[in-house]
């Protein structure tokens, strides 16, 4: 059976479809040159590199296979401004058009990476990332701070380390947005809420020493908010230590070189503040071994004297012999004391790894049921509810809210919101009450 001449009438197989689009592309585009900016680099165990490419008004997927990214002579990052060489094609199992890079070489620097370089060399300048001004982290903190988004993927990880290292240690969330242009501001605002209570949280002498400011990895538009200029002088003011973990290993921010400690991740910043209930219990026990072993150096060296005071008087009398018996009997009691100590240091240690986990599982209960007062309360607020009781939010064309009826006029139009839809009115007559 002959195939049908009319294009409009042929039936096409997607994969027959990509091909054909990649065969015109092909043929009319290739080999192509583009610059524009490098944003969400990423290079696979494989050793190929994905990434895109964009300007202000449009981006396009890319593709650097290993046998061209081995020859590049510099490590591209998001931001930097590139020309590069390849040709373009459509990727079938998705359908997307993608530029496969053959060739790359720097062509400058991107907008958001000069102006990232411009306020680091001007924090710099004013002294914010000294060494000299950061603080040590506390090894035992009394209670923490978070500030995170509730939806991100960072407050899970954070929460999950320790609730595994430190489950008795208190943890006060401070939720913002992590990415977009509220970001910034609700970021400042979260950490000086914190900063506010650092004196004393909760008012019964639970004090907060120290501060996680985290975000999940990203490219350099996603990570922008934390290069903010006022979110930099808000984390210099701290007054108590604060730690960075954005992102991933590789990506850098203001916030990293303005905190006290910058972590390569979220988890791993939770990891610098929370130290193992193990490694205490551990750590009591050296002090008590030691304590035990200068015990018996300082009794030994006490016989020692006794028996060199014995050997030098001799004979004389008996009264040189109840002294060594006294000594003697003070002796033992002093061996019998310190292990007295030593044991009752040991039992209470023992005690105290037997306690953590009930304490830990009445928190997460404590946790869970704040959260789900929490969730009730929030869910009675939806706007929604009010909607499907009967009430109609109006607006006018600019979509402000029209609350008075002397702000309309016969013959305007107007907009209802339902609880299903929207609806447009049209003002026949206005009536004030």
Known sequence: MMEDANPLRRVWRV?????????????????????????????????????????????????????????????????????????????????????????????????????????????????????????PLPAMPRSIGLVTSLGAAALHDVATALRRRVPHIPVFLAPAAVQGDAAPGELVRSLQALMSRAVDIDGLGTPLDVILLVRGGGSMEDLWAFNDEQLALTISGSPVPVVSGVGHETDFTIADFVADARAPTPTAAAELVATPGAVCVAAANMLMDRLASATHRVLDTQSQRLDRVAARAGRPSGLVAAHAMRLQSLGHGLRSASFAKVRAESARGQALGLKLPSVRQAWSRDQSERLQRAELRLGLLDPSLVLKRGYAWLTDKQGVAVTEVKKLEPGQQVHATLSDGTVDLSVQATRLN
């Open 15 to 135: 994969e027959a479809l990509c091909r054909a689009l990649a065969d015109t592309l092909n043929a009319r585009f290739n080999p192509v040159r583009v610059t524009g900016e490098i944003s969400g680099f990423s290079r696979a165990a494989s050793g190929h590199c994905y990434f895109s490419l964009k300007d202000q008004d449009a981006q396009i997927r890319c593709a650097m296979f290993k046998r061209a990214a081995t020859n590049l002579d510099f490590a591209p990052r998001d931001g930097e401004l590139v020309e590069v060489s390849g040709r373009l094609d459509i990727y079938g199992p998705r359908g997307d058009l993608q530029l496969i890079v053959e060739s790359m070489r720097r062509q400058g620097q991107g907008t958001l990476f000069e102006e990232f370089v411009r306020l680091k060399a001007r924090l710099e300048a004013q002294g914010l990332f000294d060494p000299a001004r950061k603080r």
